[in-house]
């Protein structure tokens, strides 16, 4: 939580695909590491997992706003629809497919060391599908939606509507 609104800006002014990858390959770095600390570090290991919350927030600050460069009007909206659905569909598949790989190799640290695999396939897969300019494409609607409103209100306050007597 600290760091989402730092990587709101940073992603407001850099290039978000490299940001994002970064991050995701942080994150997984990360939580690899986290698999070989022994049982003596145990402030180590949590030190570690908190450093994976920092890989966590450039991804879930910066990937809404590339889902919304990439998509226009309903389809952004049912890309984000899916995106933000995936996110307690993913975290509970987490926990099964950890328990399960932690039983079949008796290990709970094999775990951890199943997340970097999909941290790469996540890094290729935005390579492949990212491509457009930095810049983001949602701002201008969004300026044109206020700068409709305040043609509204200018409209509803007109001096010729107004009463002598307020003005």
Not at 9 to 21: E, F, L, P
Request: with cysteine; charged share 15%; net charge negative.
């Amino acid at each position: 939580m600290l760091f989402s609104p730092i990587f709101g800006y940073i992603g407001d002014r850099y290039n978000r695909k490299y940001i994002m990858a970064s991050g995701i390959f942080f994150w997984s770095c990360l939580t690899l590491a986290g698999s070989f600390v022994g049982r003596d570090k145990f402030h180590l290991f949590l030190f570690l997992r908190a450093l994976v919350g920092i890989g966590e927030a450039t991804y879930s600050t910066i990937a809404p706003t590339i889902i919304a460069d990439l998509f226009v009007k309903d389809m952004r909206s049912r890309m984000l629809m899916i995106f933000y659905f995936a996110i307690p569909v993913g975290s509970g598949l987490g926990y099964i497919v950890g328990s399960n790989v932690a039983s079949a190799f008796g290990k709970w640290q094999y775990a951890l060391r199943v997340t970097p695999p999909l941290g790469v396939i996540c890094n290729l897969s935005e390579e492949i599908v990212v491509f457009r300019s930095p810049v983001s494409v949602g701002t201008p609607q969004v300026y044109g939606a206020f700068d409709h409103l305040w043609r509204g209100i200018e409209e509803d306050t007109d001096e010729e509507t107004i009463p002598p007597e307020v003005l």
